[in-house]
């Protein structure tokens, strides 16, 4: 009760303080928030591939910061090869034909055996879209020929020699596909799904029965569905979000730290006279530092009630969705950390405190 | 008691041009006695006073308080000397300025075990009201005048029952009435038992204490009765 009254005393006394450190703390636990954040999906990204991942895999992303190493597709005791999503960019279906369009290192930098000739890139096809056709597809499509589905010219330049060769899209997976190259965008582009680059080319060993390979065609596109990628391209990604963001936000911090140190021992100077009369009526030094921590843990409090009711709000505000509950704990926490310097620091200066001065 | 031998302070003392302000002080006060200290200013008064009420210590020489040396009482038996064994009315007041009257006062209080915290407002306000500035009791420290924090610091020194109570210039910014009867005030209390010592540059108000002691350069030149 006593105590009580003595903290009242001592907050309407610093009240500005009060008000600028709880001000202070909302600040520092929102920047602290957004490094971790930051940082955090960096480091995991780090620990985790470096760990992992070789050069031929890829990513399957679980959940936020969870991800799985797709090389097992390679091990498939039933694929012979897979060659990454990076050079996929589209398909659409037509009659049960998957229409993909790829990039031109497809046609240049493929270790694909076929019939017929590979698609030149540097070649003029006019209005036809230059394609290969998968090994089924050969008996429908004669090579050297023009074919028009759906009012699009496609022109045959070759046949895949490999039966076993598929090309997935989403979680479908098909041995009937035509891979064009689009260099003059004549493929509809409003079929075309070009958003996603989450699509693998894979080569299944010889021999292999179709039903075997379908199971474990279904099993890689189950993989597949959950979201897989170039971990490279992620990891690039991250890093650039990160040492863009976090340089700015770990000036805002180091600010708002020197500031918060810097506020709480102005305020205690202002306090110095007012404790050296207190101690001479008999109060404890160990009493002003309680007091003191006191009030910064009610100032903490405040600050992270605050962040809290307002994490939407604030999250709206810095337009950063990356406040997680997660990382407002950790630095509530790491707030907590730097009360804890203050009271050290402010607790060894009073133990210090002469009431006269020599 | 109050046994005070061969008392030294010297200030600075490793710095090129240390100040020797007390320089081999021998005194024994008993319970119950009113005393005056004289002398001149820098003679050491503040210093001495300072040394018996535990707000400093001594270079050297002994202290002995109710019959144990000062230096075996530990550090909480030394908050507990300030705050309820002696009273101190200091010569700068010593108040907590931005504070009410009422607060200061009520501090000796908030900082014993003795006293609940219900009864503290009361028990404050009496002082106050004994001290002579019943009317001031809400006021800021800062916002008063600076006979009225004399007596402010006087209400705080008594509001906690000191058995030594030590008043440092009490009438310093007092005109005569007034230092009349705060000295008055001080007798009363000192009937009632309580030890008051004080320092005082005025002869007047020494003579109505039982016993003067003189101190000049740190040493006790004259001690009467
Ligand atoms: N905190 C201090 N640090 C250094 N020297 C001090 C300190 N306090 C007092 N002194 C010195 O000690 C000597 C005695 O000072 P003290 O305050 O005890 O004198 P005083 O008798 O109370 O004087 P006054 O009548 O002016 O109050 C003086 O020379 C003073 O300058
Ligand atoms: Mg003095």
Excluded at chain 1, 203 to 230: R, V
Excluded at chain 2, 14 to 38: C, F, H, W, Y
Excluded at chain 2, 41 to 65: P, Q
Excluded at chain 2, 195 to 221: E, F, Q
């Amino acid at each position: 009760m006593k105590f009580l009254w003595q903290l009242n005393e001592d907050v309407k006394s610093n009240l500005l303080a009060v008000i600028l450190i709880v001000l202070e703390l909302v600040f520092a636990i929102v920047c602290f928030s957004v490094c971790f954040e930051l940082s955090g999906s960096f480091v995991t990204s780090v620990g985790f591939f470096a760990k992992d991942f070789n050069d031929n895999s890829l990513a399957v992303k679980l959940s936020e910061i969870n991800y799985s190493v797709i090389n097992d597709i390679t091990e498939n005791e039933n694929v012979k090869n897979i060659y990454t999503a990076s050079f996929y960019t589209g398909s659409y279906e037509n009659q049960n034909t998957y229409i993909g369009s790829f990039s031109e290192n497809v046609f240049n930098d493929l270790d694909l055996s076929y019939k017929g000739e590979m698609i030149d890139t540097t070649k003029d096809y006019g209005n036809a879209v230059p394609c290969l056709v998968s090994n089924i597809l050969s008996k429908v499509f004669e090579i050297g020929r023009t074919y028009n589905l759906d009012g699009t010219d496609f022109y045959i330049s070759g046949s895949l020699n490999d039966d076993n060769i598929y090309y997935m899209l989403g979680d479908l997976t098909s041995d009937a596909f035509f891979m064009c190259y689009d260099k003059n965008n004549i493929l509809p582009s409003s079929e075309l799904n070009r958003s996603s680059t989450n699509n693998a080319l894979i080569t299944a060993k010889d021999g292999i029965s179709d039903t075997i390979l379908s199971k474990s065609l279904d099993e890689i596109s189950a993989i597949e569905s959950k979201n897989y990628f170039d971990w490279r391209e992620k990891l690039s990604d991250d890093f650039d979000k990160m040492s863009g963001n976090l340089i700015i936000g770990f000036l805002v911090l180091l600010l708002s730290t020197v500031g918060f140190l810097a506020n709480n021992i102005l305020s205690f100077n202002q306090n110095q006279r007012s404790y050296t009369n207190q101690l001479i009526v008999g109060q404890k030094k160990g009493c002003i530092t309680l007091l003191f921590a006191t009030r910064l843990v009610i100032c903490t409090a405040i600050s992270s009630a605050v962040v809290l009711i307002f994490k939407d709000k604030i999250s709206a505000l810095i337009e950063s969705e990356v406040m997680t509950y997660d990382n407002l704990i950790y630095s509530i926490l790491t707030c907590l950390v730097l009360c804890l310097i203050c009271i050290i620091v402010i607790g060894l200066r009073i133990s210090k405190a002469e009431i006269v001065e020599r | 008691m109050i046994c005070l031998k061969n008392i030294v302070k010297i200030y600075n003392r490793k710095s090129s041009q240390p100040t020797r302000a007390l320089d081999g002080v021998d005194l024994v006060i008993n319970n119950g006695e009113m005393l005056a200290i004289m002398g001149v200013s820098g003679s050491g008064k503040s210093t001495l006073l300072n040394i018996i009420g535990c707000l400093d210590k001594a270079t050297d020489g002994e202290y002995i308080l109710d019959g144990k040396n000062i230096n075996e009482y530990k550090s909480k038996e030394i908050y507990v000397l300030r705050n309820k064994k002696f009273g101190f009315i200091l010569q700068n007041y010593g108040l907590v300025e931005d504070k009410s009257v009422l607060t200061n006062v009520m501090y000796p209080l908030a900082f014993s075990k003795d006293v609940g915290y219900f009864k503290m407002k009361g028990l404050a306000k009496k002082a106050i009201k004994n001290a002579g500035i019943g009317e001031l009791t809400r006021k800021k420290v800062s916002k008063i005048s600076g006979g009225q924090k004399q007596r402010a610091a006087i209400a705080r020194a008594i509001v906690n029952s000191p058995e030594v109570i030590l008043a440092d210039e009490p009438t310093a910014a007092l005109d005569h009435k007034t230092a009349d009867e705060i000295i008055g005030l001080l007798k009363k209390l000192n009937k009632n038992g309580t030890t008051i010592i004080v320092v005082t540059h005025d002869k007047r108000i020494a003579d109505m204490c039982d016993r003067i002691v003189c101190i000049s350069d740190g040493r006790i030149s004259e001690d009467s009765k």
